[in-house]
C-alpha cells in the first residue's frame, strides 16, 4: 500500500492567496515512517489520501485533522515562542504571562525539577544543581569550553569521550547539555499548547549562524527527547532578517547585529517582496552578554579579595550572587550611569559577616568591558568583507539580543556602519517571531512539488 499526508493551512493567505501547502510523503507496507515533512506555521488540516486497493470502489479515503507549528528561539539567558496568528507571528505568553521565558533548569534536594523563572529564583540557595547558560555547552567538547566552565556554579565535567556533562549531586545524575535544553523546550511547548488551546509537537528552532554540526545536531536532539519534532534548525540572524522583512515590499539589504547572552553573530543579507537571501555571515560562539556580566563579577570579587582577602569566586553561592548582581547592574547601566551593587553577608569570618557594597559607573564598566567591545569589531568588517559591499550599500542594521542595549555596543555599531540601529524590533523576540514566519517560507519551496503529487493521486 502507499499513502500519502499533505499538510495544508486551514485559511488563505493575507489578501486572498491560496494557502501555503506543505507534505509527507510515506511508502511501505500500511505506511512507513516518514522520510521527509513539511509544515506551515498557521493552522494546519493534515490530509491523508489513500489509494484504493486493486478492485475496490470509490476515490480514495480522506482523514483531516488540524495542528499548529511554532517557531522557538532557544537562547543561552532566555527563549520565546511565536506562532502564526491571523497571518502575523505573535510571540506566545507563558505560564507566568510573561514573553520570554529563563533558559534555567534546577533540582531540588527532593528530586523535583523546576523550569524557567521559578528554578532561576532559587538558584541562589540551589546553585549546585541549578543550569544556566546551558547553550554554551551544548555539542561541546570539554576542551573547547575551559573557560565557560569557570564562569558557572554548577559541575562541567567531560565523559569517557570528552563531551561535557553537566553534574546534578541532587539526584545524582550527570545530563548532556540537549539533556537540559530539552526540559526548557519541554515548558515552552506545553506553555504554547495551553495559549493556543491545542497540543504542539512541530516547531522550527533557532540557532547561532557560527553553531557547528554537532551542536546543530544536538539541539536537535533536545527536541527530540523533549517530544517535539523539529521541523527545521535556521541561523537567528536568518530568522531576525525573516520577522524585519515579513511585509516589505521594496529590496533592502540589512545587517543583523546578534549579540545573544553566549553567542555573537553577523549577516548580511538582502530582502524584500518574499526573497530573503544571505549574502555573508561571521560571528564568535565564545562571546556574549555572559562574558560581560562576568567582568563585573571579577570585579567585585577582586576588590573582595583585596580587601577581605578571601576568594569568593571559590565559593559556589557567592558566585551565583555575584553572576546574578553583575547581571542586574549590567541592564541598569543600559538606561543609567551608575549601578548600587548590595550584597549583604555574602560571606562570614570568624569576625563575623562580611558584605559587598559598591557602584559601578557606566564608564568603568565600559573600560572593564574594552576588549570585548573590540573583539566584536572583527565579525562585522569580515561580514562586510565577505558580501564585497561598502557601508554605504547598507539600508537598515538590525540589532538582535538582550545585549546590544548595552551603550557602549550600540555606538560601537554606529561607528562601524556609519548608521544609527534599526529600533522598531524587539532584540527579544524578533528571532522567535522570525522562526514562526520561516515556517511559511519553507512551505512555499514545495508547493509545486505537493501539486503535481495531489495530481497524480488524484488520477490514480
Not at 541561523?235 to 515590499?249: C, D, H, V, W
Request: hydrophobic fraction near 40%; glycine fraction near 8%; proline fraction near 3%.
Amino acid at each position: 500500500m502507499v499513502s500519502f499526508t499533505c499538510s495544508q493551512v486551514g485559511a488563505t493567505a493575507a489578501g486572498g492567496a491560496s494557502p501555503f501547502l506543505g507534505y509527507r510523503w510515506r511508502s511501505g507496507p500500511g505506511g512507513a515512517t516518514p522520510s521527509s515533512s513539511l509544515f506551515v506555521g498557521r493552522r494546519l488540516a493534515a490530509v491523508q489520501m489513500r489509494a484504493p486497493s486493486r478492485g475496490a470502489r470509490g476515490g480514495s479515503a480522506l482523514r483531516v485533522t488540524c495542528e499548529k507549528v511554532v517557531g522557538i528561539d532557544l537562547g543561552t539567558t532566555n527563549s520565546a515562542v511565536a506562532a502564526m496568528e491571523g497571518g502575523k507571528p505573535t510571540v506566545v505568553t507563558n505560564a507566568e504571562g510573561a514573553r520570554t521565558t529563563p533558559s534555567v533548569v534546577a533540582y531540588t534536594k527532593t528530586g523535583e525539577r523546576l523550569v524557567g523563572q521559578i528554578a532561576k529564583r532559587q538558584a541562589v540557595v540551589n546553585p549546585e544543581n541549578t543550569f544556566f547558560s546551558v547553550k554554551r555547552f551544548i555539542g561541546r567538547k570539554m576542551a573547547e569550553v575551559d573557560d565557560e566552565a569557570k564562569q558557572v556554579s554548577y559541575g562541567v565535567v567531560k565523559d569517557e569521550n570528552g563531551n561535557v556533562k553537566l553534574d546534578c549531586p541532587a539526584i545524582g545524575k550527570q545530563f548532556a547539555a540537549e539533556e537540559i535544553s530539552a526540559q526548557v523546550l519541554r515548558k515552552l511547548v506545553d506553555d504554547a499548547s495551553k495559549f493556543l488551546n491545542e497540543k504542539i509537537t512541530k516547531a522550527v528552532v533557532t540557532v547561532p549562524a557560527y553553531f557547528n554540526d554537532s551542536q546543530r545536531t544536538a539541539t536537535k536532539d533536545a527536541g527530540r527527547i523533549a517530544g517535539l519534532e523539529v521541523l527545521r534548525i535556521i541561523n537567528e540572524p536568518t530568522a531576525a532578517s525573516l520577522a524585519y522583512g515579513f511585509e516589505k515590499k521594496n529590496n533592502e539589504t540589512i545587517l543583523v547585529f546578534d549579540l545573544g547572552g553566549g553567542t555573537f553573530d553577523v549577516s548580511v543579507l538582502e530582502v524584500g517582496d518574499g526573497v530573503f537571501e544571505v549574502l555573508s555571515t561571521s560571528g564568535d560562539t565564545h562571546l556574549g552578554g555572559d562574558d560581560f556580566d562576568k567582568r563585573i563579577v571579577d570585579w567585585l570579587a577582586s576588590n573582595f579579595k583585596k580587601d577581605e582577602r578571601i576568594d569568593l569566586l571559590k565559593d559556589k553561592q557567592a558566585l551565583q550572587r555575584l553572576t546574578e548582581a553583575a547581571e542586574k547592574a549590567k541592564m541598569e547601566l543600559s538606561t543609567l550611569t551608575q549601578a548600587n551593587i548590595s550584597l549583604p553577608f555574602i560571606t562570614a569570618t570568624a569576625d563575623g559577616p562580611k558584605h559587598i557594597e559598591a557602584t559601578l559607573s557606566r564608564a568603568k564598566f565600559e573600560e572593564l568591558c574594552s576588549d570585548l567591545i573590540d573583539r566584536l569589531k572583527t565579525p562585522v568588517n569580515n561580514a562586510l568583507r565577505d558580501a564585497k559591499l561598502s557601508l554605504s550599500d547598507l539600508d537598515e542594521v538590525i540589532l538582535v539580543g538582550g545585549s546590544t542595549r548595552i551603550p557602549a555596543v550600540q555606538e560601537l555599531v554606529r561607528k562601524l556602519t556609519d548608521k544609527d540601529p534599526n529600533v522598531t524590533v524587539n532584540p527579544d523576540e524578533v528571532v522567535s517571531l522570525g522562526a514562526a514566519v520561516q515556517v511559511i517560507f519553507f512551505i512555499l519551496k514545495c508547493g509545486l512539488f505537493l501539486q503535481r503529487i495531489i495530481v497524480k493521486l488524484l488520477l490514480y
